[in-house]
């Protein structure tokens, strides 16, 4: 039956792809699941200070019975300030994914197509071939720098292309002249995915009064540490934002969302200083992975992309790694990036703890 009701589109979609949980790797390894510690998810160590003080104000509203204000106003004011933008020019939603199903919703129709340089985060692919649009990849260049005249060339005919910028998996930022070039050339619309903004500390926000074709799309998930919370949101023009905000559902950010999420905006400077702590952490952290037999590339985010020598000895430190309640993003087997691992960069004690495990690892002679 299922073959004869569910959709063409979904019934050939490849779907989003995680590492196991931490309470199956627990499990699998006999630890307990508070011991498991996330380096796959490009998540923060650090959650905002007003943390608790916001989930007991909202206890105390206590309203779990109502809908909540689907304008999100109290949101919508502190963002806009924080991005420098107008409060018409935000779409707001449960993370950037949600921002990413409403702007394909948007744009894309059954046969439609849209751009997307690889490799990169895989959610502009499924959300694009849920609706039906065909997905044209175009490789990065040298050093996963974009390749502007490339995606320019895939996009005749197009409707949208996305960018990830800095970029995941590869941690690169993109050319600002870069960017610029392609947002005023490309013929349908830009969606740059900014989810790492706080660590790369530049955004293409303030083109977009210039661009009535550019979306940014912004997370709480990383920089702030709201991972767990869900909230993120997108900036255009108002007419964009309008468009898409018809698309959006009306009551995806719950009010504890809301509450705390408004809390931490309150509190950019604390925010901030977590930022600075994990990339602090970074190019230590790299140069100790290098020393472990690591080709590290550059990273402006709070993850590092890893090559091992081969699929198989990046597959044996995956494995390691795992089975001592560490887990990272696996890659030995990807098809364009074999061999990899993408390792976040977390606290100071968690990347010890991550160093020592990955120095206990037997190595025979002659190999890493
Ligand atoms: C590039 C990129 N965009 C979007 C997301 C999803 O973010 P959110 O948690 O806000 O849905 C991620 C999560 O890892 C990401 O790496």
């Known amino acids: 039956m299922l073959?004869?009701?569910?959709?063409?589109?979904?019934?050939?979609?490849?779907?989003?792809?995680?590492?196991?949980?931490?309470?199956?790797?627990?499990?699998?390894?006999?630890?307990?699941?508070?011991?498991?510690?996330?380096?796959?998810?490009?998540?923060?160590?650090?959650?905002p200070a007003a943390w608790d003080r916001a989930m007991e104000a909202a206890r105390l509203e206590r309203i779990p019975n109502e809908y909540f204000d689907t304008a999100y106003a109290e949101l919508s004011s502190l963002i806009a300030p924080y991005c420098g933008?107008?409060?018409?020019?935000?779409?707001?939603?449960?993370?950037a994914d949600e921002i990413l199903d409403v702007l394909t919703k948007t744009f894309l129709d059954n046969g439609d197509a849209a751009v997307i340089s690889v490799p990169t985060y895989s959610m502009y692919a499924i959300c694009a071939r849920q609706l039906g649009a065909t997905v044209r990849a175009v490789p990065l260049g040298a050093e996963f720098a974009l390749d502007v005249d490339a995606v320019l060339a895939a996009a005749e005919?197009?409707?949208?292309?996305?960018?990830?910028?800095?970029?995941?998996?590869?941690?690169?930022?993109?050319?600002?002249?870069?960017?610029?070039r392609?947002?005023?050339?490309?013929?349908?619309?830009?969606?740059?995915?900014?989810?790492?903004?706080?660590?790369?500390?530049?955004s293409a926000i303030p083109l977009v009064a210039a661009h009535p074709n550019l979306i940014i799309v912004r997370t709480m998930s990383k920089g702030f540490g709201l991972a767990g919370m869900r909230l993120g949101w997108g900036v255009a023009q108002p007419e964009v934002a309008a468009m898409m905000n018809r698309v959006r559902p009306p009551n995806s950010v719950s009010v504890v969302t809301a509450r705390v999420a408004a809390a931490a905006l309150r509190d950019?400077?604390?925010?901030?200083?977590?930022?600075?702590?994990?990339?602090a952490e970074r190019e230590?952290?790299?140069?100790?992975?290098?020393?472990?037999?690591a080709h590290v590339y550059p990273s402006v985010t709070n993850f590092l992309l890893t090559r091992w020598p081969d699929p198989a000895t990046a597959q044996a430190v995956y494995s390691w790694l795992e089975g001592r309640g560490l887990v990272v993003r696996n890659f030995a087997r990807h098809p364009l990036i074999p061999g990899h691992l993408r390792i976040t960069v977390r606290s100071a004690e968690e990347n010890a703890r991550f160093l020592a495990t990955l120095a206990a690892r037997p190595v025979a002679v002659g190999t890493v």
């Open 3 to 47: 073959e004869r009701l569910a959709r063409q589109t979904v019934r050939d979609l490849d779907p989003y792809e995680w590492e196991a949980s931490s309470e199956v790797v627990a499990a699998r390894h006999g630890l307990d699941p508070r011991d498991v510690i996330r380096f796959d998810l490009n998540t923060s160590p650090f959650p």
């Open 85 to 95: 933008v107008g409060e018409d020019q935000l779409v707001i939603g449960a993370g």
């Open 157 to 180: 005919g197009a409707k949208l292309i996305f960018v990830c910028n800095p970029n995941s998996p590869t941690g690169n930022p993109a050319d600002p002249a870069a960017i610029n």
């Open 182 to 202: 392609l947002i005023a050339a490309a013929p349908c619309m830009v969606a740059i995915d900014e989810a790492y903004a706080e660590f790369h500390g530049w």
């Open 268 to 279: 950019l400077a604390g925010m901030r200083a977590h930022v600075a702590a994990i990339v």
């Open 284 to 293: 230590p952290f790299a140069a100790a992975l290098r020393g472990a037999g």
